[in-house]
T-cell receptor
């Protein structure tokens, strides 16, 4: 079974609209971390937001927020007021176990290609 | 602060040749990760180090791949001999778990093409 599932291969959104990118995960470990990265066409990986499994509140970073629903094992990224520069690939990723516990690498989903239209 | 530095940024080589990719992590970071990105397999972890010691190399595809971290500021990923199926973007990332920051900071990647 896939550990990270992103069900939207591609999305078209009008500029200034809010966007929700879906991510579900699969782990039996009570301690884990969830990440979202942006990869523009230039290829670099840009960290956007992080949510720890024990965090009580949803993470927010500027226009980015993470809708964390632990019971459903979902960690959707919400981008408010989308901009043309938001067009990129978006990857959801997970680290399982406690930090430094020997499983510190990230497992990535296949990504969602987001295109913002003017 | 400088981010993660990778070299070369692009590499074109012929099948059978040795390829060495280099990475300098962010100063003070004690974890270093090597990832590979391909269209078929997406982003996958190859190996990671903690305090220069390899912790998990289960993602290394085969014996043709090797990675070293001789000191805290330098790591190499070597492919010998290279094959066309090794063509990919190779990313290095680093982090330090302290201070509540779990972010893995990625380098710009090395785009490898094996002909």
């Amino acid at each position: 079974a896939q550990k990270i599932t992103q069900t939207q291969p591609g999305m078209f959104v009008q500029e200034k609209e809010a966007v929700t990118l879906d991510c579900t995960y699969d782990t039996s470990d009570p301690s884990y971390g969830l990440f979202w990265y942006k990869q523009p066409s230039s290829g670099e990986m840009i960290f956007l937001i992080y949510q720890g499994s024990y965090d009580q509140q949803n993470a927010t970073e500027g226009r980015y927020s993470l809708n964390f629903q632990k019971a459903r094992k979902s960690a959707n990224l919400v981008i408010s007021a989308s901009q043309l520069g938001d067009s990129a690939m978006y990857f959801c990723a997970m680290r399982e176990g406690v930090p430094g516990g020997g499983a510190d690498g990230l497992t990535f989903g296949k990504g969602t290609h987001l295109i913002i239209q003017p | 602060d400088a981010g993660v530095i990778q070299s070369p940024r692009h590499e074109v080589t012929e099948m059978g040749q040795e390829v060495t990719l280099r990475c300098k992590p962010i100063s003070g970071h004690d974890y270093l990760f090597w990832y590979r990105q391909t269209m078929m397999r997406g982003l996958e972890l190859l190996i990671y180090f903690n305090n220069n010691v390899p912790i998990d190399d289960s993602g290394m595809p085969e014996d043709r791949f090797s990675a070293k971290m001789p000191n805290a500021s330098f790591s190499t990923l070597k492919i010998q001999p290279s094959e066309p199926r090794d063509s990919a973007v190779y990313f290095c990332a680093s982090n330090h778990w302290g201070r509540g920051d779990e972010t893995q900071y990625f380098g710009p990647g090395t785009r490898l093409l094996v002909l």
